[in-house]
């Protein structure tokens, strides 16, 4: 008696797993539900996602390479911010207002090249600099990387 009700209990439960529904398993894929999470390294879109950790990670003055030894140069152009880029989308007031928005909004300063058609991000150090001079054509000499599209300022100066 006592085995038959082992039997029975065996047979109880192999059934009852079978028909519970399979737990739900984390998918091997870390992009699936990309959907669902915004803040999923991989959801689409990853330039305007501010918890991406990879969004624009070139425009970040705490993550970017800085040359910082060797000959200054000097670049001119306009300071603007890494959101906009080279220019800024109509409706967003003048220059200096949308520059202002957007780094107050969680961009950074950045020195628009638009006759080279090149937006070099300035150093953690110049972002304070930058702001008497938002929107502004401006002469910014420093250690340039044109491969890193970084500038390491040393001086910002008003151009004409």
């Known amino acids: 008696m006592r085995r038959f009700s082992l039997i029975i209990a065996s047979m109880l439960l192999v059934m009852t797993a079978l028909a519970a529904p399979p737990q739900a398993k984390k998918p091997a894929n870390p992009c699936a539900g990309k959907a669902q999470n915004p803040c999923n390294p991989c959801a689409k879109k990853q330039a305007q996602n501010p918890c991406n950790p990879c969004a624009k990670k070139a425009l970040n003055p705490c993550s970017a390479k800085f040359i910082k030894t ?7 152009g306009y300071i603007g911010d890494s959101q906009c880029g080279l220019q ?11 520059t202002l928005k957007c780094v107050d909004g969680g961009g950074y300063f950045v020195l628009a090249d638009r006759a080279n058609k090149i937006v070099y991000l300035l150093d953690k150090e110049a972002q304070t600099k930058a702001r008497e001079f938002a929107g502004q054509k401006v002469k910014v000499t420093g250690h340039v990387s044109k491969k890193d599209k970084t500038i390491h300022v040393t001086k910002i100066e008003a151009a004409s």
Do not use: I, R, Y
């Open 70 to 76: 060797g000959k200054e140069s000097s670049v001119v």
């Open 88 to 98: 800024h989308p109509m409706g967003m007031g003048n220059d200096k207002d949308c």
